[in-house]
Every structure is written in structure tokens, then in C-alpha cells.
């Protein structure tokens, strides 16, 4: 079955840098087009940033410039990830992964917590 299993998030100071992980199995991932996804209790889950099978990227404004998702296409497993710099007390939430869209069920998120 699908398996979207994210690790890497943890409590940083502001300025500070994190890479998560995501751990996409159970279909061809690597012919889907990923994205990572961030939610906090007060808001809806909002998009962050994707990444096409031919690796061409996209990023939500609020992210340009500080987070870049690459991918690493294996056999029977796809690993994408978030490298993230300059952190902000708004990048504070929960980071999943899935395909674009959404359309898997939700894996259990990795929380980023950014400490001013």
C-alpha cells in the first residue's frame, strides 16, 4: 500500500536550517509530480513547494528563496526532500509530503518549530 512516511523536523532558532525527508512508497512515485505541504492548527494545509519528475520546481512566495525540494528517484521508493534555510517563526508546523494534489492518504507530518 502507499506509504508517505517524513522525518527531519525538529525545534530551531530563527535563522536556522533543517532538511526534512519523505519516504514515498507503494506506487510509481517517480513518474508523479511530489510536493511538500505544511499545516498549523489555526490554518488550513498550504502548499510549499513541488517538484516534477524531470525535477522542474515550483515554490509558494512565502518560501522563494529559502527552501529548495529535490528528489531521489530509487527503485520502488522515492525520497524527496525540503532543505530549508533561514527559518521564521511562520514556517512553525507540521510538513508532510505526497503527490501533487494530494491525493494519498496523509502520512503522520514531521513538526519545524521555529524559536524566536
Known amino acids: 500500500q502507499v506509504q508517505l512516511v517524513e522525518s527531519g523536523g525538529d525545534l530551531v532558532q530563527v535563522g536556522g536550517s533543517l532538511r526534512l525527508s519523505c519516504a514515498a512508497s507503494?506506487?510509481?512515485?517517480?513518474?508523479?509530480?511530489m510536493a511538500w505541504y505544511r499545516q498549523t492548527p489555526e490554518s488550513a494545509r498550504e502548499l510549499v513547494a513541488f517538484?516534477?519528475?524531470?525535477?522542474?520546481?515550483?515554490?509558494a512566495d512565502f518560501v522563494k528563496g529559502r527552501f529548495t525540494i529535490s528528489r531521489d528517484n530509487r527503485q520502488n521508493l522515492v525520497m524527496v526532500y525540503l532543505q530549508m534555510v533561514s527559518l521564521k517563526p511562520e514556517d512553525t508546523a507540521v510538513y508532510y509530503c505526497?503527490?501533487?494534489?494530494?491525493?494519498?492518504?496523509w502520512g503522520q507530518g514531521t513538526q519545524v518549530t521555529v524559536s524566536s
Open positions: 507503494g506506487v510509481p512515485f517517480d513518474t508523479r509530480t
Open positions: 517538484i516534477t519528475s524531470g525535477s522542474h520546481t515550483n515554490y
Open positions: 505526497n503527490m501533487y494534489g494530494g491525493v494519498y492518504p
